[in-house]
């Protein structure tokens, strides 16, 4: 260094890669306490909820269990628990305000949140993954154990489209909650109100004005997920009904968040 | 290194930062020094492209913040050391930044060592840490990255006198080795030894810059004598004739004069003095004056800073006053 180059030279050195900011995202994601519980307790549901059908159905005369059996509750929960994990990725670095270093040492901010994205996604498929997995060791030790009453009817599509397709949508859902609000709380009860409550706030506007009602399916994100658990849209209108509810409930949101976030100060 | 390009913040209709104008030449610590509220913060935060200028631009070594590839290996930033997941240990902390930089672990150990929190201190949580151990933590962790500059933000705030003492070394070899050092505080005291240059900011705007003796110099405007004499009384009648602000003090009287003007005052009125010496100018006073709440456009004899990009001093003026004299005289506070 002399004192006479008042410029940096930067030409050595490479900007960081971008799976490098998803390994450090994927990090922050358990190394604090609550991001471990919660990534814990998603995993022991998971498990858990099986295992308690399992026995349930080994104590039980006369009553038979397939494959899909083990995961149908497990989804359900899967789809609004997996979400909470983006909303904590997101939100606490604006509650804690770690932001402000996050972006001073990546200043292209839209990277971060991207990666955050990614593990997010990750972490949805790799809670799928283990989903299947214990269903089979269940189906295993069920088939093991009562072999005349246990099934392996594996449904491919649910398995491979419809499971894995559900549970990211949901997961992106809470992501878009979650830059939209940058508040923890808030981001999970908004979450939970929007999956839970707004078919049925919908339904009630619709029987109070009957013309609300043909919109209901375009609106409805809750309706169009689940729906897709059964495979992929058939018909036109039934793709415009997902994609038109996702730019809705997802676009939207994600677009205004990442507005703020890339626009605002960082405190 | 870092040149601040009349840039200007502003909250509606605030201008939290106002024009300012500044440059942080290498191998140079720059102290940016102004009271709570001035400006500093929200001028470092620009900096680092974390809040948005309304106009002008700053640029480190001639890039933008956000043009700068891995920025954590070329400027350390140390903003709000409690700016942290408080639920992570400073170990953790470390090695996020490590990782995220593309550093080898070893760093981290390095960087605790360096900043002296032990291992013990390192695997605790960051919520648990005093003041001071989060300070060292930033510190650490604008280090991480060995960078060419350093943007510190009070980084003294909550450090113990050792812990003072042993960052102005720090710094100050940091500055020796060739690095940029910009650091701010509100406390002159915390500056003035490690500082090669100074920026003075008060309510958003610059109010002088420079190293300690242009500034002391330019401020001779401000010189201030300390005289005794057989009758007081009508020695300061005579001085406030003659236009000078006298105040007394102790047994004799402080005057905003030059020692020669006091001296032809007491001849003029025939008055014999018993003590003639100069009160001098501290740092401090002139800190105080420049930047309090009614600072006088008119009272900063300070001439106003240079255009940016050229060297930042103050020209000397033919009749300087000393600039070894005491940083405080007595009863200089206002
Ligand atoms: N987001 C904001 N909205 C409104 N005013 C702000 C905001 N951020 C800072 N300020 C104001 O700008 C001024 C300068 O603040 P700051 O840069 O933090 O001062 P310093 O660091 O010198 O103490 C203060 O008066 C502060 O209240
Ligand atoms: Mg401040």
Redesign the pocket.
């Known amino acids: 260094m002399t004192a006479a180059a008042p410029t940096l030279d930067v030409s050595g050195t490479q900007p960081i890669p971008f799976w490098r900011l998803v390994l450090v995202e994927f990090r922050k994601s358990y190394d604090t306490r609550a991001g471990f519980w919660l990534l814990f307790t998603i995993g022991l549901l998971i498990s858990l909820l099986q295992v308690v059908f399992l026995i349930s159905f080994l104590v039980q005369d006369f009553v038979y269990a397939t494959f899909t059996d083990f995961t149908g509750n497990v989804w359900l929960v899967s789809l609004v628990l997996v979400p909470m994990l983006p909303i904590l990725l997101v939100t606490t670095e604006w509650s804690q305000r770690s932001a402000v270093v996050t972006f001073a040492i990546e200043p292209k901010r839209v990277r971060v949140i991207l990666a955050k994205l990614a593990v997010a996604v990750l972490l949805a498929l790799a809670a799928v993954v283990l989903m299947f997995v214990v269903a089979a060791v269940c189906t295993a030790f069920a088939d093991l154990v009562k072999p005349d009453f246990t099934e392996w009817r594996v449904e491919t599509e649910f398995l491979f489209l419809g499971a894995p397709l559900t549970v990211l949508t949901t997961t992106v859902f809470g992501f878009a909650v979650a830059c939209l609000l940058l508040n923890t709380p808030a981001a999970i009860v908004l979450f939970l109100l929007s999956w839970y409550a707004s078919v049925g706030v919908f339904a009630a506007i619709a029987a109070l004005i009957p013309a609300f009602a043909d919109l209901l399916p375009w609106i409805t994100l809750q309706v169009n997920v689940l729906l897709l658990a059964d495979g992929l849209p058939s018909g036109g209108e039934e793709w415009g009904n997902l994609l038109v509810s996702l730019v809705l409930w997802i676009g939207l949101p994600i677009g205004v968040g990442l507005w703020r976030i890339l626009n605002a100060?960082v405190? | 290194m870092i040149t601040v390009d009349h840039l200007t913040k502003a909250?509606g209709s605030?201008r939290?930062v106002d024009d300012v104008s500044f440059v942080c030449r290498q191998g140079r610590v720059t102290g940016f020094l102004?009271p709570?509220?001035?400006?500093?913060?929200?001028?470092m935060r620009v900096m680092a492209g974390l809040t948005g200028a309304t106009s002008g631009r700053v640029t480190i070594g001639g890039l933008d913040y956000s043009a700068i590839p891995n920025p954590g290996r070329h400027v350390g930033v140390l903003l709000d050391a409690s700016a942290q997941h408080g639920g992570r240990t400073g170990r953790e902390i470390l090695t996020l930044g490590a990782l995220a930089m593309g550093l080898p672990s070893a760093r981290v150990d390095e960087m605790l060592a360096l900043v002296g929190l032990s291992d013990v201190e390192a695997s605790r949580r960051m919520r648990n840490y005093s003041l001071g151990m989060k300070q060292r933590l930033g510190i650490a962790h604008a280090l991480l990255g060995d960078p060419e500059v350093l943007i510190l933000d009070e980084p003294a705030n909550g450090l113990d006198p050792a812990g003072i003492r042993w960052m102005r070394g720090l710094l100050k070899s940091y500055a020796d080795r060739g690095g940029t050092v910009l650091l701010?505080s509100?406390l002159l005291n915390e500056v003035e030894l490690i500082a090669d240059e100074m920026i003075l900011i008060g309510h958003?705007r610059i109010v002088a810059q420079g190293d300690k003796k242009s500034l002391l110099a330019g401020a001779q405007g401000a010189a201030t004598s300390l005289v005794m004499s057989l009758d007081n009384t009508a020695l300061a009648t005579e001085l406030a004739q003659r236009g000078h602000l006298v105040d007394p003090l102790g047994d004799g009287l402080k005057v905003n004069a030059p020692t020669e003007e006091v001296g032809r005052a007491a001849l003029a009125a025939g008055i014999v003095l018993t003590d003639l010496r100069t009160g001098g100018v501290g740092l401090e006073d002139l800190f105080l004056e420049l930047t309090s709440g009614t600072a006088r456009d008119g009272a900063g004899a300070v001439p106003p800073p240079p255009p940016p990009g050229h060297g930042v001093h103050v020209p000397p003026t033919p009749n300087m006053p000393p600039v070894d004299s005491p940083l405080t005289p007595p009863g200089g506070h206002r």
């Open positions: 100060e405190k | 909250y605030f939290a102004g709570n509220g001035a400006g500093k913060t929200t001028t701010s509100h958003g």
